[in-house]
């Protein structure tokens, strides 16, 4: 019945504006494929089950990544509660899964972040919260996704870290798509977790990806 739709709206274009306009108007109607990035370097943590989790775990799965830690008493809340309304969005897809990164290993271990997740209602089977090697997972989110992470003692908390999410697809890579800044489109790269405009862009590239 889509089909059939779209069939009479090229129809109508042809009747109205010619066979020209046809190329022009159609390719408007078309969504836009999602900018490829980097591929997600190799990686190996512990989750809240202490399993080991690494890049296998996600093979053929979208997820999206984010860098928090269960202390934190700035930006860390409104980004669970925006990575909720992604939890129930996606609910119960096999093929969909989040890796949360604590950027506090020492504090965060596999018991804590147990807690934490069923503290916040994160329920869903493919939502990892990683703990690990402090180098690796600072190595990760700084060279590995440029996404800053860091020790500062002034600041309240203890660390500063990004607010954005990450979207990967099910080969790896970093994906995103392009915004309108006047009279250039440009990639995000990443989704501002803060921000619940971005986290319903986010939604609806997920289910491109899952598309694909």
Request: proline share 4%; hydrophobic share 40%; glycine share 6%.
């Amino acid at each position: 019945m889509q089909k059939k739709y779209t069939y009479i709206g090229i129809a109508f274009i042809v009747l109205v504006f010619g066979t020209w306009a046809v190329p022009k108007i159609v390719s408007k109607l078309q969504p836009k494929a999602l900018v490829r990035f980097e591929k997600v370097p190799n990686f190996s943590f512990t989750n809240q089950y202490d399993k080991t989790v690494d890049n296998s775990t996600f093979k053929n799965k979208v997820y999206v990544v984010e860098f928090f830690y269960t202390r934190c008493p700035t930006i860390c809340p409104k980004m669970n509660e925006n990575m909720l309304i992604i939890q129930k969005a996606f609910y119960g897809n096999p093929n969909f899964g989040i890796a949360s990164i604590s950027i506090n290993p020492t504090f965060d271990t596999s018991q804590i972040l147990l807690d934490y997740a069923k503290e916040k209602g994160a329920t869903l089977k493919n939502w990892h919260f990683l703990t690990g090697n402090k180098d690796s997972i600072y190595n990760l989110a700084n060279t590995g996704f440029k996404l800053y992470a860091g020790i500062n003692t002034e600041v309240e908390g203890g660390f500063e870290h990004s607010g954005l999410f990450a979207l990967i697809d099910k080969n790896g890579f970093i994906r995103s798509r392009t915004v309108k800044r006047g009279d250039m489109e440009n990639p995000i790269k990443f989704y501002d977790g803060l921000d619940i405009n971005q986290v319903e862009m986010l939604k609806e590239d997920i289910k491109k990806l899952l598309a694909e």
